[in-house]
C-alpha cells in the first residue's frame, strides 16, 4: 500500500467533486491499485492557503466555505505556496483554479512550483497547457514526476491519454468537434424558446460555465482546447490567440430557432487542420446539415473527430457529463501517475 499526501488548489465544483469522488473509490484504490490518500493542502484565492500534514478530517472538509473553518479543522494557514507544499508534504497537487486565457498565471507558477517541489501536478486547467506545456512537461520528466491534464478537454474522456498510451507513431492530420458545453446547452435552450440571458442562466446552474462565462460565449474556452490539442496531440506552438475566433454573442433566439426549423442548427464549431507550414484553427458559429454527426450533439454533450495517417475518421462522442466526468480524468491521472 502506498500512500499519498493530496494538495487541492481551488476548492470550487471541480476539486469538491474530486473529493466526493475520492472518497467513493477509496475502497477500490486501495483494494485494486494499492493507493491510500489523505487530503493534506487545500487552498484558494478567498480561503488561502491551508495545510495539515495529518489529514483533514473529509465530513468537515466538504462541508467548509470560509477560512476560519479550516482553522477548525486543525489547519495551519501559510504564506506561500512554497510553505503550503512543504507544510502539507505534498504528493500530488491537483490544481483546479479559474482559467486566465492570456497567460496562464498564476496556475503556471504553482505547478512549476509543485514539480519543482517534488510533487505530481494534475491540472484540470487549460491555462497551463496552451502557455506552458512543453516547460512544464520537460520539468516533469526531469524531476520524475508527472504533468497530467486530462480534464481540460471533453471533461474525462480519454484524449491524451488515448494518443500517449493507446495510438503510439500515429500522425493528426487534424480535428473537428464541438467542445464547448456552455455554448452548446445555451444553443439548445435557445432552439427551445429561451432567451439569452434565461439559457446562459440555464448552463451557469449546470456548474459547466466558465467562472467567468464570457470565455464561453465568446468562444474563448473553445480557443484553448483547440490550442491546448494542437500543442499536444499535434505537436505544433499555438497560442489560443492565434486561433480565428467568433462566439454566439451575435446570434438572435429567432435566428437559432430558423436554423433547427430548416434543418441547419447552429454549432459553435472548433476546427483544426493541418497545413504545409503550420496548422489552421478556428472556433466559430456554423450551420450543420442534420446528416453531420456535431448536429445531433445537443446540451453538455460533446464531440470530436481526429482525422489521423491512420484512422481516416476517428470519432469520440460523450453525452451528457456531469462535473463527476471531470473529476474522474483527475482520478485517472492520479491513479496514472501513483503507478509510476
Ligand atoms: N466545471 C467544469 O465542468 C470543468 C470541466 C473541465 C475543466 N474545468 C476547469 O477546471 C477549473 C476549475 O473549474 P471550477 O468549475 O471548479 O471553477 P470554480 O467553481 O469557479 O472554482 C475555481 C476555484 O479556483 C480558485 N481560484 C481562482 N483563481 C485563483 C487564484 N489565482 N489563486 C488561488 N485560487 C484561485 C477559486 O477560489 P475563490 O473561490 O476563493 O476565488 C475557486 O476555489 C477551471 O480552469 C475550468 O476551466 C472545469
Redesign the pocket.
Known amino acids: 500500500m502506498k500512500s499519498f499526501n493530496l494538495c487541492l ?9 474530486l473529493v466526493e469522488l475520492l472518497r467513493l473509490k477509496s475502497a477500490e484504490l486501495k483494494e485494486r491499485y494499492g493507493i491510500a490518500w489523505r487530503v493534506t493542502g487545500v ?5 488561502g492557503w491551508w495545510a495539515n500534514a495529518d489529514g483533514f478530517e473529509i465530513d468537515g472538509l466538504v462541508k467548509t466555505r470560509s477560512s476560519s473553518a479550516f482553522a477548525e479543522l486543525s489547519g495551519q494557514e501559510c504564506p506561500l505556496p512554497t510553505d503550503w507544499l512543504r507544510a502539507a508534504h505534498a504528493d500530488v497537487l491537483f ?6 486565457v492570456e497567460n496562464g ?3 503556471v507558477d ?1 505547478i512549476r512550483a509543485a514539480l519543482e517541489y517534488g510533487a505530481h501536478a494534475i ?5 497551463p497547457i496552451v502557455h506552458a506545456y512543453r516547460e512544464l512537461r520537460d520539468l516533469a520528466t526531469e524531476r520524475g514526476k508527472q504533468f497530467l491534464f486530462e ?3 471533453m ?1 474525462g474522456i480519454p484524449i491524451f491519454s488515448l494518443f500517449r498510451n493507446t495510438l503510439p507513431a500515429i500522425e493528426v492530420k487534424g480535428f473537428k468537434g464541438i467542445l464547448n ?1 456552455t455554448t452548446n446547452v445555451i444553443l439548445t435552450a435557445m432552439e427551445q424558446g429561451l432567451g439569452f440571458d434565461d439559457a446562459l442562466r440555464q448552463a451557469q446552474r ?6 467567468d462565462a464570457t ?1 464561453d460565449i465568446e468562444g474563448w ?1 473553445a480557443a ?1 482546447k483547440v490550442a491546448a490539442l494542437v500543442n499536444v496531440v499535434m505537436g505544433v506552438r499555438l497560442l489560443p490567440q492565434d486561433v480565428n475566433r467568433q462566439g454566439i454573442c451575435q446570434l438572435t433566439g429567432e435566428e437559432v430557432r430558423a436554423a433547427r426549423a430548416a434543418g441547419q442548427p447552429y454549432k459553435l464549431v472548433c476546427r483544426a487542420q493541418r497545413t504545409t507550414v503550420a496548422v489552421s484553427a478556428s472556433v466559430r458559429p456554423e450551420q450543420l446539415p442534420l446528416t453531420d454527426p456535431m448536429a445531433l450533439v445537443t446540451g453538455t454533450s460533446s464531440i470530436i473527430q481526429f482525422e489521423t495517417d491512420i484512422f481516416p475518421k476517428l470519432t469520440i462522442t460523450e453525452e451528457n ?3 463527476y ?2 473529476a474522474y ?1 483527475m482520478l485517472a491521472d492520479f491513479i496514472h501517475a501513483a503507478g509510476l
Open positions: 488548489l481551488g476548492f470550487g465544483n471541480v476539486n469538491r467533486t487552498a484558494s484565492r478567498r480561503l490544481e483546479a483554479t479559474s482559467l486566465n498565471q498564476p496556475a504553482h491540472t484540470a486547467n487549460k491555462g480534464s481540460t478537454v471533461d458545453s449546470l456548474g459547466v460555465a466558465e467562472t470565455y474556452d484553448v457529463p456531469g462535473l466526468a471531470t480524468g
